[in-house]
Nanobody, 119 residues
Framework: QVQLVESGGGLVQSGGSLRLSCAASGSTFSINAIGWYRQAPGKQRELVAAISSGGSINYADSVKGRFTISRDNAKNTVYLQMNSLKPEDTAVYYC?????????????WGQGTQVTVSS
C-alpha cells in the first residue's frame, strides 16, 4: 500500500508561480513512475508530468517550458514547480504513483489539490 498526500495548491494570478508537493508513504520502495495529473471541470483527467524511477521525465505539451517535475527519493516526495501560470491551468491536480506488486503495476492517487489561476 502507498499513500499520497498533496499540498501546495491555491489561488494565483496569471503569470504567477506555485509549487505542488506530493509526499508518499507506505511501500514506497515499490513505486515505479510518479507524477501529476489534472482535471478541469467538464474535462477528462490528463497527464501533466511524470518521472520514472530511472529519472526519465515526460511532460504534456501544454506545460513544457513552464512546469518542472522533480523527485527527492530520500524524502519520498515529488514536486511540481509551476511557473508562468495561465487561467487554463486551473484544475484539481492529482498525484499519481505506479506501484509494482509482483508482475503487476497498480495506480495509486492522492486526494487532489485545487489550483486556480485568475486572469
Amino acid at each position: 500500500q502507498v499513500q499520497l498526500v498533496e499540498s501546495g495548491g491555491g489561488l494565483v494570478q496569471s503569470g504567477g508561480s506555485l509549487r505542488l508537493s506530493c509526499a508518499a508513504s507506505g511501500s514506497t520502495f515499490s513505486i515505479n513512475a510518479i507524477g501529476w495529473y489534472r482535471q478541469a471541470p467538464g474535462k477528462q483527467r490528463e497527464l501533466v508530468a511524470a518521472i520514472s524511477s530511472g529519472g526519465s521525465i515526460n511532460y504534456a505539451d501544454s506545460v513544457k517550458g513552464r512546469f518542472t517535475i522533480s523527485r527527492d527519493n530520500a524524502k519520498n516526495t515529488v514536486y511540481l514547480q509551476m511557473n508562468s501560470l495561465k487561467p487554463e491551468d486551473t484544475a484539481v491536480y492529482y498525484c499519481n504513483a505506479g506501484v509494482v506488486v509482483g508482475q503487476n503495476e497498480y495506480d495509486y492517487w492522492g486526494q487532489g489539490t485545487q489550483v486556480t489561476v485568475s486572469s
